[in-house]
Structures are given as C-alpha cells and as structure tokens.
C-alpha cells in the first residue's frame, strides 16, 4: 500500500463528478446535488493522487459519529415545541473535534457532515491540534424571542452535552448563533458538567470577552481572508495596492475582509447582500457601508443615504443600486463569496468577471459553477484556506483559557498571520508539486499531515 507523502507527484485520476471507488465499497449515493458527496469526493480525488493508503480513505470518507437529538422548549404562550438538532463528529485523529454550531431552518444532516469534513481539512491544513466537527439545530433564531432562544440554547447543548467537552469536543459559533449563544452554552455546560467547573468553560469558542472570549475572534475570518490574499495575489501578479474587489455577502466575514482589504489600498467596487446590491467603481467607503448595514439591516439604500446618484455619477462615499446580474458581472480582480453556501452555480459562473474567486463562506460554489470557473481560467482560493482565520483564532481562544493568560491583539494579529501564511504557502507548494488545483492542493496539504499522524500511530488494536 502507497505511503502517504508530499514527495512524489503521480498521474491524477479522472476529474469527473464522484469517481471514487470509496462511494461504491461504502455503498454511498451519488448524487450531484448533495453537499456531502460533493466535498467527499473532491477530498478522495485529492487523497488518490497523494496514495494516501486506501484504509484512510474509507475512515475519512464517513464520519466517526453523527448525533440526531430532539427536545422540546416550553415557548412563551406556554405551548411546547419540539426541535431537531446534529453534532457530528468527522475526525479526531489530530486533536479534540472543533466546529460551529449553526441555528438555521434548513439545517439538514448531510450538510452537517459535509461542514464537519471540511473542519477535518481546515484545522489540519492550518495546523491547529483540532480534529473536525459541526453542529446545527432546525430553528429560525430571528422567528423567535430573547429567552425561547436561550431555552433552544441550553436544550440543545444539554441533548450533545454527552459527547462534547474542553478536550473532547468544542462548538463554537456559526451562521445564525453568536457570542451570546456561546455564553449559555458554556454557563449550561458548566452547571451540568460536575467536577472541574471553570476548566469547563473552554467547552465552546467564540464567547464575549467578559467571559473568556478572545480579542480578535470577531474580525479573525476576515483577517485571516486578507493574509492569504496579500501571501498569494501579488505571485498571481495581481498587486493588493488598486486591486478591485466584490463581496458578496456583507455580515461578519464580509464587512470584516472588506474593511481590512481596503485598509491595504485595495478598492471594494461591489457588495450583495439579501437586501441588494451596489456598486461605485471608485471604491465604495467599507467602513461607513458597515455602519449603514448595522443601522438598516443590509446594503440596500446605501446609494440613497450617502449621496450617489443613480444616474452613473458615484461619490466617494456613495454608491449606485443594481442588479442582481450587474453585480456578478462587474469587472474585478477577486471576487469573494462570503454569504452561503452553493450560491455561485452554472449560471453565476458564467456571468463572474475576475482573476481569482476567494472563497470565504464555506463551500459557496457548485462542483459545476466551479468547473466553469476553471474553464474561464479563473484561479479558485477554497474555503478551507480562506475561511480558517476563525477557527485559528478560536484556537487561540482555548490555549488562553487552558493557561490562565490573556493575549494582546498585536499578538493575536501576529499569530494569526504566521499561521494564514504558512497555509497558504502549503497550499502553493502541494499545488506546484502536483501540478493541480488550489482546492485539490489545499486538500492535499490537510491529508499529507493527517495521513503522517494515521501512520505514526497505527489504528487501534
Ligand atoms: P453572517 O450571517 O454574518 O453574514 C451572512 C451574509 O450573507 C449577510 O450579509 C447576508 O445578507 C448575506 N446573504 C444571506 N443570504 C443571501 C442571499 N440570498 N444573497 C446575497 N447575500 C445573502 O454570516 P458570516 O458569519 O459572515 O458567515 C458567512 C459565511 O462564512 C458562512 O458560509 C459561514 O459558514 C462562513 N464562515 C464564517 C466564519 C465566521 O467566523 N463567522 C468562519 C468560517 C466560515
């Protein structure tokens, strides 16, 4: 059986949709549309071509441990509701399982497991001691009050509670949760855990500061998102001073990447959110555009609040509405995803007009948006690259909390950047090598570490 390595460059297998003989032997579907395949194979693809030894594919190919709950929540007109809700365990072959949980209606299973895969391939690509998880509950957070939230909350984290931990298992935030939610989390897990209490706090990441949290976690996706495109435009000769940038999505990872993107001198053309779109090709102010969003909601009415006309004539500050084609197909250097997933299909590929996409929401292009991306000659950064400044800095969350010592942002900042550009380079490396994709060499980078640690250790017996 192949050992698994870097060293040594081999032909590369048929790139065609869900190839892997692993799906046959495990009697698995093979459905274009499914997320979970989707990612699956992709991480196949890239284990055939680094000979990572077949037992290890099959391990990765599923995950270790994949928990279905359900719970009822008294609401507040005194009826009970009941809600459905997953953690999935992927892999902890590196360290504890890590990964968010999300609180969104159309949280579903496979797509669960697929975000779970994908923390598998991220922490181990950045080189952070986590294995890979992800959580979700079937609620609207917004459809429902203050304390019918907190009631889901400490409900959900008590159903998982027997299989998270500080050195088990560690949740953190993602779409639809947040600081807030990590606090009761963490204050319901510390009631229930027994011994050790305040060891127990570092259950979950992504809590407030006054309890534990991190300096920097809030902008830690967006910066991430900006050391690996400082490490990786200028070689693709696309130089960060000037360079035009549209954001779809401008929540959390957006407004953040978008801010500290121009704070390098590149310029923010356009941004689409739920609300609408707008578009200013002298460079829409990002800061004032974070403000309007956190007053209104989103980026809808920008234009009209800070004096564009829409007549084609932009002001500074200002910008003009368009639509939702007239955003995809404005001309830019990089283009980032950072809303949901599976948004850029066939048909957004084919209207984006740029160099390079840079993928900060996880999994946000289809496997056929993405190969008419390649056909364009269009360069894909994948998300488990992009996107892991969050989890690097959760990381360091933990570490703080484990140790009783606080860190300064400058630290935090410049721990961070080690990290980000050492995976980029990782990723450049594996991609030379084999003479394939960034997504496939970012894969590979995250498969070579844990193929090494499987070898060391052997599997158990
Ligand atoms: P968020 O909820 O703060 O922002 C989401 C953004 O997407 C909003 O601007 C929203 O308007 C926009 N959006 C939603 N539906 C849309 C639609 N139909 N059309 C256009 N825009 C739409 O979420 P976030 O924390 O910024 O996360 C964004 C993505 O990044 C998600 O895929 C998330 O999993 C991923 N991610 C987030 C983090 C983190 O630290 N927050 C870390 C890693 C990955």
């Not at 071509?49 to 037992?55: A, G, K, R």
């Not at 159309?106 to 923390?119: P, S, Y």
């Not at 200002?318 to 949901?340: H, K, M, N, S």
């Not at 048909?347 to 984006?352: H, Q, V």
Request: hydrophobic fraction near 40%.
């Amino acid at each position: 059986m192949a050992k698994a390595s870097i060293a040594a460059p081999t032909d590369h297998p048929s790139t065609d949709y869900q190839t892997s003989h692993v799906f046959d032997e495990l009697g698995m579907e093979r459905d274009p549309d499914n997320l979970y395949l989707q990612i699956t194979d992709s991480v196949l693809q890239a284990a055939e071509i680094l000979e990572l030894p077949h037992h290890l594919q099959l391990i990765l190919a599923q995950p270790k441990n994949e928990l279905m709950v359900h719970f009822p929540v008294r609401m507040n007109d005194g009826d009970f509701q009941l809600f459905k809700g997953y953690r999935v365990q992927h892999n902890n072959i590196l360290g504890p399982y890590k990964g968010g949980v999300r609180f969104h209606p159309n949280v579903h299973l496979d797509d669960v497991k697929a975000l779970a895969t994908l923390m598998t391939m991220k922490c181990s690509l950045v080189r952070v001691p986590y294995g890979g998880a992800k959580g979700g509950c079937k609620v609207d957070p917004h459809g429902i009050d203050h304390d019918e939230l907190m009631r889901v909350s400490r409900r959900f984290v008590t159903a998982i509670s027997n299989i998270i931990g500080p050195d088990q298992d560690i949740p953190a935030p993602d779409v639809g949760t947040n600081a807030q939610i990590m606090a009761w989390f963490a204050d319901t897990y510390m009631n229930i855990a027994g011994s050790a209490r305040h060891e127990s706090l570092r259950v979950v990441t992504g809590k407030p500061l006054e309890m534990g949290g991190s300096v920097g976690r809030e902008k830690a996706t967006g910066q991430g998102m900006v050391d690996v495109l400082v490490e990786l435009l200028p070689d693709m000769g696309i130089p960060i001073e000037g360079a035009r940038i549209s954001l779809l999505g401008y929540g959390n990872v957006g407004s953040w990447a978008g801010r500290l993107i121009a704070e390098k001198g590149a310029k923010v053309v356009a941004v689409m959110d739920h609300t609408g779109a707008i578009r200013n090709d002298e460079g829409i102010d990002t800061g004032l555009l974070a403000e309007h969003c956190a007053e209104t909601g989103g980026v809808a009415g920008f234009g009209a609040s800070h004096g564009a006309t829409h007549t084609g004539q932009h002001t500074q500050a200002g910008a003009q509405a368009i639509g939702e084609e007239e955003f995809y197909r404005t001309p830019v250097d990089v283009f980032i995803p950072a809303a949901l997933e599976q948004m850029i299909d066939e048909e957004k590929a084919s209207w984006i007009d740029c160099k390079v996409v840079a993928e900060a929401a996880n999994a946000p292009t289809t496997p056929q948006g993405e190969r008419l991306l390649q056909r364009q000659g269009i360069e894909v950064l994948p998300a488990i690259l992009c996107n892991a400044g969050g989890v690097t800095v959760s990381y360091f969350e933990w570490v703080q909390n484990k140790t009783s010592v606080t860190w300064d942002l400058e630290r935090v900042d410049r721990e961070l950047n080690k990290h980000m550009v050492l995976a980029a380079r990782r990723t450049s490396v594996a991609k030379h090598r084999y003479d394939c994709d960034m997504r496939t060499a970012s894969y590979i980078a995250a498969l070579d570490q844990i193929g090494k640690v499987y070898s060391m250790r052997g599997i158990f017996p």
